[in-house]
């Protein structure tokens, strides 16, 4: 069965401090997305990665970086959480060829 | 500029009741859109459509594509409390990098 894992589903940090939210899947897919989701705006995206090192900035990358070292895992790192990143986190993945995204249960990031 | 709309935002039915949810696009090289569900946690996959016309369904789901007019429907018969959730379009387009546009969701509720 298709599976993408996040690691954390709820988090409070401070503002200031370091986030990592990290993001696996077990399908062997090219693809890897980060979006945030809030009330009134949908899903945004973050960034994504087509490929092991590759990532391409989405709609809203400011103040967010990613790192893909390995196939199945995708990180999105804040590297000083501010109060307006507060928000709901969803990682997704899917083929090159199709746009179904599959996607992981999510983080709730709470920034003090 | 791309964009995937949908309406109504937000809509509250009785139990029973057959729902239509809309979805309209302005996107260039479409390739495919897509409905997810999602209650809690992660959206879900529902449909995927690239012709005009045809209709999918699922049980007491259907969901219909216009690329003439850049629309597609989503209807739910006979609805549910179960049925309750938000409801997201997205499309797929061949072109650039970030190629999977979504709809800020419509928002159902369904009370006994």
């Known amino acids: 069965d298709v599976k993408v894992t996040q690691s954390s589903r709820y988090l409070v940090k401070r503002t200031g401090e370091k986030v990592f939210l990290e993001c696996v899947q077990d399908?062997?897919?090219?693809?890897m997305f980060w979006y945030r989701q809030d009330p009134g705006l949908g899903l945004r995206l973050i960034y994504f990665?087509?490929?092991?090192?590759?990532?391409e900035k989405g709609d809203i990358p400011e103040g967010y970086s990613v790192s893909r070292e390995k196939k199945e895992r995708f990180s999105l790192i804040l590297e000083s959480a501010s109060t307006n990143q507060t928000s709901m986190y969803l990682c997704a993945s899917s083929l090159m060829s199709t746009g179904e995204l599959f996607f992981g249960e999510g983080s709730r990031l709470t920034v003090l | 500029e791309d964009k995937v709309v949908q309406s109504p935002l937000s809509l509250v039915v009785h139990e029973g009741d057959t729902v239509t949810l809309n979805c309209s696009y302005e996107v260039t090289n479409f390739r495919s859109l897509l409905w997810y569900k999602q209650e809690k946690k992660a959206p879900t996959f529902l449909f995927m459509l690239t012709s005009s016309g045809i209709e999918k369904k699922s049980g007491r789901l259907s969901s219909i594509l216009d690329k003439k007019e850049l629309f597609s429907i989503l209807n739910i018969t006979a609805t549910q409390t179960g049925d309750s959730a938000i409801y997201l379009c997205?499309?797929?387009?061949?072109?650039?990098?970030?190629?999977?546009?979504f709809g800020t969701g419509t928002r159902l509720t369904v009370i006994p």
């Open positions: 399908m062997d897919h090219e693809n």
């Open positions: 997205a499309v797929f387009h061949q072109t650039g990098a970030n190629n999977l546009f």
């Open positions: 990665s087509y490929d092991v090192k590759m990532k």
